[in-house]
């Protein structure tokens, strides 16, 4: 798998984040949805990165600058085809190793509570995330949990 910063600008990275939004809408309420469209990732502070396997786009993420000390994972998504192959952890892991290089001292994230999150969190917990607090501009909200990794 090759991992590369993307722009945002092709088509099958634009069709990924419309399946993410779309996935978000079928699992949580509106209100709770904090993923972020094209335009949102698009944001100086925001860098992302889409995965590939040859010319097939297979997985992205992102990872927000919060301050100079902490940063938040975005936008983890594997494509609908290409799940339980490893994307998301090869994804995490080069965020985790980016967070780091950048001198963070820790890096949080927020994901929905519901069932169809829980491959998520699993992940996550692997990883060594512990369940904490909302962060940053999140508010406690039954439909979210936040996790947080010390670098």
Same mark, same amino acid.
């Given at each position: ?12 990275? +634009? ?5 993410? *939004? @779309? !996935? ?7 209100? #709770?949805? %904090? ?26 993420? +992102? ?5 100079? *000390? @902490? !940063? ?7 494509? #609908?085809? %290409? ?69």
């Amino acid at each position: 798998m090759e991992i590369k910063v993307d722009d945002l600008t092709g088509t099958e990275v +634009a069709n990924l984040i419309s399946e993410h *939004l @779309q !996935g978000m809408t079928q699992h949580s309420p509106l209100e #709770s949805i %904090h993923a972020l469209n094209l335009e949102g990732l698009k944001k100086p502070e925001i860098t992302f990165w889409s995965v590939w396997e040859q010319s097939e786009l297979v997985g992205c993420g +992102a990872l927000k600058e919060l301050d100079s *000390l @902490q !940063g938040e994972v975005k936008s983890m998504r594997t494509s #609908s085809a %290409h799940l339980r192959k490893g994307v998301a952890r090869c994804m995490l892991q080069h965020i985790i190793k980016e967070a780091k290089n950048r001198g963070y001292k820790r890096i949080s994230l927020e994901t929905g509570s519901m069932e169809a999150f829980n491959p998520a969190k699993k992940l996550y917990e692997l990883f060594g995330f512990k369940y904490c607090k909302p962060f940053a501009d999140y508010k406690d909200d039954p439909n979210s949990v936040f996790m947080t990794l010390e670098l």
